[in-house]
C-alpha cells in the first residue's frame, strides 16, 4: 500500500460522457503526478502538481482534459466529452513515482 | 527515437532459472533509472532504483546501468512463478519533472 488512494477504482462511461477521478495522497505530500497507461504500453506522463499549482501539463493533455489540486490536497483529473482513445488506466503518483495509486481505470463505450 | 525502449518479446523462463531484461534510452543527460513490476490489472510497483554505473543488488533482483552505453538491464535471479509480470524501465529525464516509461518486457515464469 504507497497510501496513494484513487477513486473510483473502474469507470465505463458513454462516449460525450463527462468524468471525474479523483486522487488522495496520505498526506499532503506537496508534489502529484498523473500519467495515463492504455493497454499494452508504458505509463504517459499528463501533468504535475506542487502544492495546488500545476507546473507541468503534456501535450497529451488536450482541452478537453482538466486537472485541479485544490488546497495542495487531493487532486481531481476530468474528462470531458470523452472519446474511445480515452480508454485507459489513470494513475496517480505522490510525492513520487515510487508511489503510484491503484489507478481508474476507464473504458469509454 | 523513443526515450525509452524495451525491445524484446515475452520472455519465458523455468522456474529457478535467471531472467534478464534490457532497456535503452536517448537521453544522455538522464541521471536517475528505475524498474517497475506491473501485474496484470494493476498498478506498477517500483522495485529498483539505480543512479551510477555498475551493478545494484537487492535480494534477487540486480539492476545494472552503463551511462555510456545508455542503457539499463535488470536480472531476476532464481525466477519464480509470482514473478510472472510486466517489467517497465523508467528513466527520469534531465530538466524534467517526469518519469519516460518503456513500453514494458513481459515474464512468464514456467513452474
Known amino acids: 500500500d504507497t497510501g496513494v488512494s484513487q477513486d473510483p477504482r473502474h469507470k465505463i462511461t458513454k462516449r460525450g460522457q463527462n468524468v471525474t477521478f479523483r486522487c488522495d495522497p496520505i498526506?499532503?505530500?506537496?508534489?502529484l503526478y498523473w500519467y495515463r497507461q492504455t493497454l499494452g504500453q508504458g505509463p504517459e506522463f499528463l501533468t504535475y502538481?506542487?502544492?495546488?499549482?500545476?507546473?507541468?501539463k503534456s501535450r497529451l493533455l488536450s482541452d478537453r482534459f482538466s486537472a485541479e489540486r485544490p488546497k495542495g490536497s487531493f487532486s481531481t483529473l476530468e474528462i470531458q466529452r470523452t472519446e474511445q482513445g480515452d480508454s485507459a488506466m489513470y494513475l496517480c503518483?505522490?510525492?513520487?513515482?515510487?508511489?503510484f495509486g491503484q489507478g481508474t481505470r476507464l473504458t469509454v463505450v | 527515437q523513443k526515450e525509452v525502449e524495451q525491445n524484446s518479446g515475452p520472455l519465458s523462463v523455468p522456474e529457478g532459472a535467471i531472467a534478464s531484461l534490457n532497456c535503452t534510452y536517448s537521453?544522455?543527460?538522464?541521471?536517475?533509472f528505475f524498474w517497475y513490476r506491473q501485474y496484470s490489472g494493476k498498478s506498477p510497483e517500483l522495485i529498483m532504483s539505480?543512479?551510477?554505473?555498475g551493478d545494484k543488488e537487492d535480494g534477487r533482483f540486480t539492476a545494472q546501468l552503463n551511462k555510456a552505453s545508455q542503457y539499463v538491464s535488470l536480472l531476476i535471479r532464481d525466477s519464480q512463478p509470482s514473478d510472472s509480470a510486466t517489467y517497465l524501465c523508467?528513466?527520469?529525464?534531465?530538466?524534467?519533472?517526469?518519469?519516460?516509461f518503456g513500453k514494458g518486457n513481459q515474464v512468464v515464469v514456467i513452474p
Open positions: 503518483a505522490s510525492p513520487t513515482e515510487a508511489f
Open positions: 537521453d544522455r543527460g538522464s541521471q536517475s
Open positions: 502538481f506542487q502544492n495546488e499549482a500545476q507546473l507541468e
Open positions: 498526506s499532503e505530500h506537496n508534489r
Open positions: 539505480i543512479y551510477s554505473n
Open positions: 523508467a528513466v527520469s529525464l534531465y530538466g524534467n519533472n517526469r518519469l519516460a
